[in-house]
């Protein structure tokens, strides 16, 4: 019998570390040995994994050493250091950050559209889309194969975990600073009642929206509005696909949501984009707003799949579809399609 | 001295009604008798206005007698039974409500965008748009006047004071049966924590977004999406611009947002926009993330005007501009417009 894989996880302390360890207890069956990473200040650590204790190892030369698949649920600055160095010591690389998502020699992989790129990987790396990204790619992906995309207009209503555990610790402090109290009708008082605890945010967040997230880029835009733009056209294989996206962070602890704008070169119609979208693997489809039935992040957070509903066909051109999105940013949208891009890889392994 | 014209107020104990009265204290000297109605249950109040008590009449024939105008703030059942009542009695009656926005016969009217419409009244009555139209049309307007509008697609994130204040009280409850908690990470975790605390929506509130605003209409659109596309069709007088809305509930109190995605005609420049925009009555522009300014609910509620930021060229097409807005539901998207519809009809008066 063929040895299984060893696999390194690389952030496993954090957000989308705890939902890895979820996801390899799940699919237990995957994988030979199984290596912790994080910082040296997590070092030592005990994790529970496949049902039992995983002393977590600093990140380094010789923590990387020896497995077969690294991956790295970690921000960009420390996937950019240390996955080329894991992937020189022969190991295949996910990586979940924006660090390689546009480079060239990196493919761009969500397992339900493009599984076959996992193997054109120059660099010995594969990097996995934004969450934003995620939560609408399979969805529009499954209907782009039927209709043909020509354009994407897209606004997000994301989660405060997009910013990580500050972010959801900043929120909660913000909504235990406003609840019970009579504020979000005076000019200022929100902002005043949340003062300094802002945590990664701009604005407050508690009872508000901020239409911005990620770093300014060119003209305006914000390098996740551009990020989400580059990465649907790589992942649908359409590099001149028009795309507009608008980000907005809202106060929803986890799931990101998306409403979706989608032209076709062809004509839409409403009956065979739920039956498209009701057999798409990884996605839900639950549109009967007439019995109440539309995703909400409320519902879909701690779920796998991409929920989709409100599929509309625009009165004004037949070839338009709006949908609205719901995907679990820490699920899918992180760990959960890191760990399926894993498991193609190590699909490798077994003919070893 | 021709003495000045008299006003009535319908609705005068709500939301916007609080607002009206401070409009009216504000504008101290455009009416001369100022009579306040409400329903049979609020009869018999006294309110503050312009720094003096008065009564609150129960709605009926006699509480509409003599008027000069009568502003109509309370739901579109209330104001379609009495709104004809008092055009009747020979008042200009403005409606907020969404009875007759779309009546051939009745004028919708934006008043730095068509204020001669008030004058052509064939029923006596003119008509405000829906909150979530007010808070985009005035800009959107005045980037029309310069690059002629091709298409609209929007996003909302409405606050619960659309509402009323039943949807005020439940977000308040909600958040503080959430607040202080680890609620958000489990499926489901949010709705029962709200158990039967909704209030007037279909879905928690509370760390929530909610896909849905108003009724269901016909294949799977709300009452509120092809309103905002009737309104702004009529408001701007093209009948056949394309428009798609996805309206979502968001957990702010007051202040609706939108984020645009709006194609012109001709070529659009930033700077151009920015210029209009800078200028445009009504507006208030904020745009500049590199040091955090970007319109959010939080910094736009209590104040008149809406608030624009995000503004961007696309990429992909340099007839597009994406735009973010905020905009004061209960101010200019409800009250402050319908005085401005009645000081506009006021005028009339003046010549007596």
């Known amino acids: 019998m063929t040895p299984r894989p060893a696999l390194t996880v690389v952030g496993a302390t954090g957000g989308a570390g705890a939902v890895m360890l979820q996801i390899l207890t799940q699919h237990a069956d995957v994988w030979g040995e199984v290596r912790l990473v994080a910082s040296a200040r997590s070092a030592g650590r005990k994790l529970l994994v496949r049902g039992a204790e995983c002393e977590v190892l600093a990140l380094g030369e010789e923590a990387l050493e020896g497995a077969d698949v690294v991956v790295f649920l970690v921000?960009?600055?420390?996937?950019?250091?240390?996955?080329?160095?894991?992937?020189?010591?022969?190991?295949?690389?996910?990586?979940?950050?924006?660090?390689?998502?546009?480079?060239?020699?990196?493919?761009?992989?969500?397992?339900?559209?493009?599984?076959?790129?996992?193997?054109?990987?120059?660099?010995?790396?594969?990097?996995?889309?934004?969450?934003?990204?995620l939560a609408m790619s399979v969805a529009v992906g499954a209907l782009h194969a039927e209709f043909c995309l020509s354009e994407l207009v897209v606004s997000?209503?994301?989660?405060?975990?997009g910013e990580g555990q500050p972010g959801v610790e900043a929120l909660r402090r913000q909504v235990s600073l406003v609840a019970g109290t009579q504020l979000g009708t005076n000019p200022g008082d929100v902002r005043r009642a949340v003062g300094d605890e802002l945590g990664p945010f701009p604005a407050p967040l508690a009872l508000n929206v901020v239409p911005w997230t990620g770093e300014l880029a060119d003209d305006g835009w914000s390098s996740q509005e551009l990020g989400i733009r580059d990465e649907l056209r790589k992942v649908l294989g359409l590099p001149r696909l028009p795309v507009s996206a608008t980000c907005v962070r809202v106060p929803v602890v986890t799931t990101h949501s998306a409403s979706v704008h989608a032209r076709f070169e062809n004509e839409v119609e409403v009956a065979r984009a739920h039956e498209i979208l009701a057999t798409a693997p990884g996605v839900v489809l639950f549109d009967n707003p007439a019995v109440g039935e539309f995703p909400t992040p409320a519902d879909v957070v701690g779920t796998d799949p991409t929920w989709v509903g409100r599929v509309r066909r625009s009165p004004d051109d037949p070839r338009v579809l709006e949908l609205f999105v719901c995907g679990d940013n820490l699920r899918k949208g992180t760990a959960l399609n890191a760990a399926h891009i894993a498991e193609l890889a190590a699909r490798e392994f077994n003919g070893r």
Request: a positive charge.
């Open 156 to 161: 997000t209503y994301q989660a405060a975990s």
């Open 75 to 133: 921000p960009a600055e420390v996937a950019a250091r240390w996955a080329p160095v894991a992937a020189a010591k022969g190991a295949v690389v996910v990586d979940s950050s924006a660090a390689f998502r546009m480079d060239p020699d990196v493919p761009l992989v969500v397992p339900e559209l493009n599984p076959h790129a996992v193997r054109m990987r120059p660099r010995g790396i594969v990097a996995s889309p934004h969450a934003t990204t």
